[in-house]
């Protein structure tokens, strides 16, 4: 039922900035439990990490490689969180996949993924 669509990704400079975005269908951030939001990446040969994540709408995660360069938002109107990107660099070459944690009416946490969207820095 729950959908994450990324979208923003594409090819950048080190140095420069993205902006992703993840559009969630089949729940509302305004009325829905959201137990944790956020990104996850995935770089080719390795296994997919954390990049950032919040959870309980506070105490936000961030892998320490990109602490001070990422920022998550979120647009609870528009049901989409973002990831804010600023000097890139070549190691964050990545699939990014958006990830949320809902709870179920019984209560039973349920996690979603989004497809991906591919984020590629050159140097």
């Known amino acids: 039922q729950v959908k994450l669509v990324e979208s923003g990704g594409g090819v950048v400079q080190a140095g420069g900035s993205l902006r992703l975005s993840c559009e969630a269908s089949g729940i509302s951030f305004s009325i829905n439990v959201i137990n944790a939001i956020g990104w996850y990446r995935q770089a080719p040969g390795k296994q997919r990490e954390l990049a950032v994540v919040s959870r309980n709408g506070d105490s936000t995660n961030s892998a320490d490689s990109v602490k001070g360069r990422f920022t998550m938002s979120r647009d609870n109107a528009k049901n989409t969180v973002y990831l804010q990107m600023n000097s890139l660099k070549p190691e964050d070459t990545a699939a990014y996949y958006c990830?949320?944690?809902?709870?179920?009416?019984?209560?039973?946490?349920?996690?979603?993924w989004g497809q991906g969207t591919q984020v590629t820095v050159s140097s």
């Open positions: 990830y949320l944690v809902s709870t179920s009416r019984n209560g039973t946490e349920n996690i979603h």
